[in-house]
């Protein structure tokens, strides 16, 4: 089994910022390009940033200079710093990742979490 868990969400007032982390657990034998995607009550859920092994990155227009997205490969972490919230910014947020299983090592599947819920409010 492969688990993903988020954590670090909660209610902070316009301007603040959060931090956002991912753990991936499990019978994991390689990870791949992980990122962070979101979905705003009555939205489609959307890429917010999007991260690969090597450590390129990618933002969705709506979070570029505000958030910044990086992972720690041997730890299996990635995380989301968060800063000049809005909230527009407020919605659940999911931790997705590509994995090999160390039972099928030649294939990646895409996992993800429960999600964790961002509230910007005053």
């Known amino acids: 089994q492969v688990q993903l868990v988020e954590s670090g969400g909660g209610l902070v007032q316009p301007g603040g910022s959060l931090r956002l982390s991912c753990v991936a657990s499990g019978s994991i034998f390689s990870i791949g390009s992980m990122g962070w995607y979101r979905q705003a009550p009555g939205l489609q859920r959307e890429l917010v940033a999007g991260?690969?092994?090597?450590?390129?990155?990618k933002y969705a227009d709506f979070v570029k200079g505000r958030f910044t997205i990086s992972r720690d490969n041997a730890k299996k972490l990635m995380y989301l710093q968060m800063s000049s919230l809005k909230p527009e910014d407020t919605a659940v947020y999911y931790c997705?990742?590509?994995?090999?299983?160390?039972?099928?090592?030649?294939?990646?599947?895409?996992?993800w979490g429960q999600g964790t819920q961002v509230t910007v409010s005053s």
């Open positions: 991260t690969t092994t090597g450590g390129r990155t």
């Open positions: 997705n990742a590509e994995i090999a299983p160390t039972y099928d090592r030649s294939s990646y599947l895409k996992y």
